[in-house]
Nanobody, 121 residues
Framework: QVQLVESGGGLVQPGGSLRLSCAASGSIFSINTMAWYRQAPGKQRELVAFITGGGSTNYADSVKGRFTISRDNAKNTVFLQMTSLRPEDTAVYYC???????????????WGQGTQVTVSS
C-alpha cells in the first residue's frame, strides 16, 4: 500500500513559522496532485493548498501570502511552509496525495495521519 507520514507540527507563537513535511512511501508508480488540508475543532476539514504534478499551486484565501506549498518529486514529499501564523491557523493538518500505484491502475487518494499545529502565546 501507500503511506503518507507527516512531520513538523507543534506549538508556535503568533507570528511564528512552521514547516510541515509529508513523505509518501510504498507502492508508487506516480503521484499527481499533492495537497494540505486542515481541520479545526468543531469545523469541517478544509483545503489549505495544493500543488499539481506540474508544479502549479493554489491556496485558500485565508492563507494566501502566508503559506507556501512545494514538493520534492525525487523524495515523494510535499511541504507546507507556514509563516505569520495566527491563532486561527490552529488545526490538525493532513496531507493528501493522488497516487497511481501501477502503470495500468487508476489514481487513488491517500491521506496522512494528521499533525497538530497550535498557534498560541
Amino acid at each position: 500500500q501507500v503511506q503518507l507520514v507527516e512531520s513538523g507540527g507543534g506549538l508556535v507563537q503568533p507570528g511564528g513559522s512552521l514547516r510541515l513535511s509529508c513523505a509518501a512511501s510504498g507502492s508508487i508508480f506516480s503521484i499527481n496532485t499533492m495537497a494540505w488540508y486542515r481541520q479545526a475543532p468543531g469545523k469541517q476539514r478544509e483545503l489549505v493548498a495544493f500543488i499539481t504534478g506540474g508544479g502549479s499551486t493554489n491556496y485558500a484565501d485565508s492563507v494566501k501570502g502566508r503559506f507556501t506549498i512545494s514538493r520534492d518529486n525525487a523524495k515523494n514529499t510535499v511541504f507546507l511552509q507556514m509563516t505569520s501564523l495566527r491563532p486561527e491557523d490552529t488545526a490538525v493538518y493532513y496531507c493528501n496525495a493522488v497516487v497511481q500505484r501501477g502503470r495500468w491502475t487508476n489514481y487513488e487518494n491517500y491521506w496522512g495521519q494528521g499533525t497538530q499545529v497550535t498557534v498560541s502565546s
